[in-house]
Nanobody, 126 residues
Framework: QLQLVESGGGLVRPGGSLRLSCAAS????????IGWFRQAPGKEREGVSC????????NYADSVKGRFTISRDNAKNTVNLQMNSLKSEDTAVYYC???????????????????WGQGTQVTVSS
């Protein structure tokens, strides 16, 4: 069974940067659509970014365009989310999720993603 593990969260000041990683064991992540989602207290889950199979297409929420970059590191079997120019409103638990190729996935809502990690906390505060 595919399991995902996020890492890289933490406390950072506004304007700072963090790099989140989503890792899997025994499965090649390049085969899957991988999405990053976040959920802040009292708010609904929000799609942050997606990368389709083999990195052919990437998507970003308007709120993070130009600041966040999603990428694959196939040598390490990870999908990374580089987050720059962080704002207090980026504070949330961040989750990565995997979707199967050929099955519809919605990068805004998370619909269709079949496996989720446990999440990593990102706190942006001075």
């Amino acid at each position: 069974q595919l399991q995902l593990v996020e890492s890289g969260g933490g406390l950072v000041r506004p304007g700072g940067s963090l790099r989140l990683s989503c890792a899997a064991s025994r499965f090649v992540l390049d085969y899957y659509t991988i999405g990053w989602f976040r959920q802040a207290p009292g708010k609904e889950r929000e799609g942050v970014s997606c990368i389709r199979r083999s990195g052919s297409t990437t998507n970003y929420a308007d709120s993070v365009k130009g600041r966040f970059t999603i990428s694959r590191d196939n040598a390490k079997n990870t999908v990374n989310l580089q987050m720059n120019s962080l704002k207090s409103e980026d504070t949330a638990v961040y989750y990565c999720a995997a979707g199967l190729p050929g099955i519809g996935t919605d990068c805004r809502t998370g619909s269709g993603f079949v496996t989720w990690g446990q999440g990593t906390q990102v706190t942006v505060s001075s």
